[in-house]
């Protein structure tokens, strides 16, 4: 086995980054980070508390009331979130060492991530500068417009699976939109964040716009939701901490946009091009390391097809390969921490008594340290089992059979969760119908998971909250205000007449 690769220039420690200054914590408090091949520290974080997120959420205000970026023609701020986009881009091999080395992702895809990022920050420069209003006229009588308004400083909280391209989902439209933000990274993986600073600068955005503050989400990230200056939090995670965070923003009424957990379905008919489901379905849930909110990771297969597909799925399963995510060979990576590759082995010993296991079931041979979890198929899986409700958020995945279209929807619906679904059919009205009637934020049709950035995204039930994507982020980070205007005669009002419409 070739010796795990180790980035050059790591730095040394993970300072915040306040006001254009890179900076540690008030108190000095720091964390350990963990490369997840070996398990050992490779550097310290700065460990953000409540003093370090009011250091940041002022150099955020003060760069918000200056006006310079919220006040800048949309055209200008595109330049420049263009700019970040080329920097991004000029840099994606560094970028996905790096986020490889913090992850445990494949390189192959975290390159690809890294070129994500940069295409949202492109998509963002350009959906500003297209972005028109509504203007209702009354003619001879009323104009009445819309006026947006940037919220103020984004308090955007993301979450580890897939670090550089998350933060990129939610700091391109809030920059775009001339919000001021801080950042609070996930702690398992604050590597690839920091980079955000030296492109932002050489991109020219002006300091104070955006600001980092590292730290354990019971710290800095509970600081950043209960400030009284920050109006809007994005959270992306967990459900769990979704909701506890919901509740501590009730107190300052924010707004919010919650992308959370998911347990979806991959409904296989029996009339589908069962080569192109079995390809698209182990993407679905082993891309990412299986660390993926989309994931696939319910697969429902009607009857007829179903010990074919089963067979052929775990045959293929078995020969993805695991290793060194460095390696360009590797499909399936490290975990990104022992304490969710405890999580994910947990729910993989449970699945055991719960299902037939068909591939996996453990460690993969060969490879004695790291987070490696072999790519598990489980057959059989009823509904009431926990690796069918829980979202595992591993390489793990449970097949089911069904008989009818009713009996998939019901399964489809069977869990809290309803973030995406993915239906094969060759039958397009039943594709149509399924769509429409699953409940899921997000459907596919023949599809993996393909992206259109116009479209929302987000999801239903436990999965979320508010949807981001295209104008939908654009309205998110905006206030919009509505502005009346009398044209010719002036309306007066007499007390006792009713409201009055204008259209
Ligand atoms: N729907 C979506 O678009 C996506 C959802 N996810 C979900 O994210 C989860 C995995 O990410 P994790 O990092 O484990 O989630 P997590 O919920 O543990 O942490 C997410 C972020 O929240 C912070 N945090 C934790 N407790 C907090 C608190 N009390 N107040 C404020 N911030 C707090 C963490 O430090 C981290 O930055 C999975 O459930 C996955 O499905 C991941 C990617 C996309
Ligand atoms: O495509 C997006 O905007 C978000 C994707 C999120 C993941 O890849 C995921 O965790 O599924």
């Given at each position: ?156 909280i993301?979450p ?57 989400g019971e710290?800095?990230g509970d600081?950043?939701v ?9 959270f992306t995670g967990e459900t769990t901490t979704g909701q506890l965070i919901y509740?501590n ?9 919650m992308?959370l957990g ?242």
């Open positions: 086995m070739a010796a795990h690769h180790v980035p050059a220039d790591l730095p040394d420690k993970l300072p915040h980054y306040i006001g254009g200054q890179f900076v540690d914590s008030v108190g000095g408090e720091t964390f350990e980070v963990l490369d997840p091949v070996t398990n050992q520290p490779y550097t310290l974080a700065a460990a953000g508390q409540a003093a370090d997120v009011d250091r940041a959420v002022a150099a955020a205000r003060a760069a918000f009331v200056s006006g310079e970026w919220p006040g800048m023609q949309a055209r200008a701020r595109a330049r420049i979130l263009n700019r970040i986009a080329d920097a991004v881009q000029a840099q994606d091999k560094r970028l996905a060492e790096l986020e490889t080395f913090d992850t445990g992702l494949p390189i192959t895809q975290a390159l690809g991530q890294a070129q994500r990022a940069a295409e949202n920050f492109r998509f963002f420069a350009d959906l500003v500068v297209a972005q028109s209003d509504e203007v209702y006229q009354v003619p001879g009588r009323q104009l009445n417009y819309v006026h947006r308004k940037p919220v103020g400083v984004a308090g955007l993301t580890w699976n897939t670090p550089f391209m998350l933060e990129s989902w939610k700091l391109a439209p809030a920059l775009a939109s001339g919000c001021t933000v801080v950042l609070k990274p996930a702690e398992f993986t604050p590597l690839s964040a920091g980079l955000w600073a030296g492109i932002f600068r050489e991109a020219g955005l002006p300091d104070g716009v955006f600001n980092l503050v590292n730290g354990i710290q800095a600081a950043l209960r400030h009284p200056d920050v109006p809007l939090i994005s509740r923003c009730a107190d300052s009424l924010k707004a919010m946009s992308e998911g347990k979806s379905p991959a409904v296989v008919f029996a009339d589908a091009d069962l080569d192109a489901a079995i390809d698209s379905t182990l993407f679905g849930v082993f891309s990412l390391n299986g660390e993926r909110c989309t994931a696939g990771s319910r697969i429902l297969v009607q009857r007829p097809v179903y010990a074919e597909f089963c067979r052929r799925y775990a045959e293929r399963a078995a020969n993805i390969v695991v290793g060194d995510p460095h390696d360009p060979a590797t499909e399936v990576g490290a975990l990104v921490h022992p304490e969710h590759y405890a999580k994910v082995m947990h729910y993989v010993e449970l699945g055991k008594s719960e299902g037939r296991l068909l591939a996996g079931g453990g460690r993969p041979a060969g490879l004695p340290t790291g987070n490696y979890v072999a790519p598990t198929v489980f057959a059989d899986v009823p509904r009431t089992a926990r690796i069918f409700q829980e979202e595992v958020f591993g390489p793990v995945v449970a097949i089911s059979p069904f008989d009818t279209e009713q009996e998939a929807l019901e399964l489809a619906n069977a869990v809290r969760y309803g973030l995406a679904a993915y239906v094969w059919t060759s039958d397009l009205t039943r594709a149509h119908t399924f769509a429409q009637s699953v409940q899921a934020g997000m459907v596919w049709l023949n599809s993996h998971n393909v992206r259109d950035l116009r479209t929302p995204f987000g999801g239903v039930k436990a999965s979320g909250l508010g949807h981001e994507g295209g104008y939908r982020s654009l309205d998110f980070y905006t206030h919009q205000q509505a502005v009346h205007v009398t044209l010719g005669e002036v309306h007066t009002a007499r007390f006792g007449t009713s409201e009055r419409t204008s259209a």
